[in-house]
């Protein structure tokens, strides 16, 4: 597997210089709220401050369910997400803890993942029961100051357990839930975990969901049942015409490389649907009622 030098986040910052070198605008803090329909088409979309932008082709990278639901809120459900509504249902958020350490906490040799689960398997799956970390600077120390390390924690959680909380009793849960699983790691992994901390902030679903636009702060889509491969998840077009979708609620599904992946397919797709690209329309037809087939065996 390979890193990008300066962390995760130079992936975005390269893709954004790439689409503002071929003339594109990013705008920021824009929070779309609308998806602007006309005759059944997509043509544009509507921010929470009022202004309207409108195009030949939409793109949502929101889930499939805050695309349908939130996004094009009151319009009749396409029969597509119907059927992925059926098959798919949202994972569980996360808790995740960032932390500053001193460096000298972690033995020499210590690897960059980390996987805690105690002596109940039965824990696997609930909430707080496992545990995921990370240490990029494991592998890239440019990312924190010298002399110390990055550690990413984060355990599986659901939205449910805090919602309405008064703002200090949520505060008070997100320390005291924090506290238990740094306990964790720093009797299972690193002794003096704790008192080497510099540095420590915790989100929880809500943030998930507030930052990240994610209905529930949702991981992605989880399959019902024992899924039969990748064949129920949907591609970028969707039940409306001028609408795409792109991202983990698409074919391939969740993770870095995925995600890119369904982006590819998008640019693609919407370049041949507006003639930037060839195609044949007598295969094209064919090969996405195949695929169309294809789901409905999931």
Same mark, same amino acid.
């Not at 980390?114 to 545990?131: A, C, K, M, P, Q």
């Not at 010298?146 to 008064?166: A, Q, R, V």
């Not at 998840?233 to 074919?251: A, E, H, K, R």
């Not at 060839?278 to 065996?297: V, Y």
């Given at each position: 597997?390979?890193? +990008?030098?300066? &962390?995760?986040? &130079?992936?975005?910052?390269?893709?954004?210089?790439?689409?503002?070198?071929? =003339?594109?605008?990013?705008?920021?803090?824009?929070?779309?709220?609308?998806?602007?329909?006309?005759?059944?088409? !997509?043509?544009?979309?509507?921010?929470?401050?009022?202004?309207?932008? $409108?195009?030949?082709?939409?793109?949502?990278?929101?889930? #499939?369910?805050?695309?349908?639901?939130?996004?094009?809120?009151?319009?009749?459900?396409?029969?597509?997400?119907?059927? $992925?509504?059926?098959?798919?249902?949202? !994972?569980?958020?996360?808790?995740?803890?960032?932390?500053?350490?001193? !460096?000298?906490?972690?033995? +020499?040799?210590?690897?960059?993942?980390? $996987?805690?689960?105690?002596?109940?398997?039965?824990?696997?799956?609930?909430?707080?029961?496992?545990?995921?970390?990370?240490?990029?600077?494991?592998?890239?120390?440019?990312?924190?100051?010298?002399?110390?390390?990055?550690?990413?924690?984060?355990?599986?959680?659901?939205?449910?357990?805090?919602?309405?909380? /008064?703002?200090?009793?949520?505060?008070?849960?997100?320390?005291?839930?924090?506290?238990?699983?740094?306990? #964790?790691?720093?009797?299972?992994?690193?002794? &003096?975990?704790?008192?080497?901390?510099?540095?420590?902030?915790? =989100?929880?679903?809500?943030?998930?969901?507030?930052?990240?636009? #994610?209905?529930?702060?949702?991981?992605? +889509?989880? /399959?019902?049942?024992? +899924?039969? &491969?990748?064949?129920?998840? /949907?591609?970028?077009?969707?039940?409306?015409?001028?609408?795409?979708?792109? =991202?983990?609620?698409?074919?391939?599904?969740?993770?870095?490389?995925?995600?890119?992946?369904?982006?590819?397919?998008?640019?693609?797709?919407?370049?041949?649907?507006?003639?930037?690209?060839?195609?044949? /329309?007598?295969?094209?037809?064919?090969?996405? #009622?195949?695929?169309?087939?294809?789901?409905?065996?999931?």
């Amino acid at each position: 597997i390979n890193y +990008p030098v300066g &962390g995760v986040g &130079g992936i975005a910052e390269s893709l954004a210089e790439g689409l503002i070198d071929q =003339g594109s605008e990013i705008l920021y803090k824009a929070n779309v709220t609308n998806i602007i329909l006309d005759q059944g088409k !997509a043509v544009g979309v509507r921010l929470s401050d009022g202004r309207e932008f $409108f195009a030949q082709t939409i793109i949502s990278n929101a889930t #499939r369910w805050d695309t349908f639901g939130k996004l094009l809120k009151g319009e009749n459900l396409p029969k597509e997400e119907e059927n $992925f509504q059926k098959i798919y249902v949202k !994972a569980p958020s996360f808790l995740s803890i960032h932390m500053g350490v001193k !460096a000298d906490v972690l033995p +020499p040799d210590t690897d960059c993942h980390h $996987f805690v689960l105690e002596d109940d398997w039965t824990r696997l799956e609930e909430s707080y029961g496992s545990i995921f970390l990370s240490i990029p600077t494991v592998l890239d120390s440019s990312l924190a100051p010298k002399g110390h390390h990055i550690l990413h924690i984060f355990t599986t959680s659901s939205i449910e357990d805090w919602e309405g909380l /008064p703002p200090k009793d949520y505060e008070a849960k997100k320390e005291l839930i924090a506290k238990e699983i740094i306990g #964790r790691l720093e009797k299972k992994l690193f002794p &003096g975990l704790k008192s080497s901390i510099v540095f420590k902030e915790v =989100g929880t679903p809500k943030t998930h969901r507030r930052f990240l636009a #994610r209905d529930i702060g949702t991981y992605g +889509p989880m /399959p019902r049942q024992i +899924p039969k &491969g990748l064949l129920g998840m /949907p591609f970028n077009t969707t039940g409306i015409s001028g609408l795409y979708c792109v =991202g983990d609620s698409c074919f391939p599904g969740q993770g870095v490389i995925a995600v890119a992946f369904s982006g590819v397919m998008c640019a693609h797709r919407v370049a041949a649907d507006i003639g930037l690209e060839k195609k044949s /329309p007598i295969l094209d037809t064919a090969l996405l #009622r195949l695929l169309a087939w294809l789901r409905t065996l999931a």
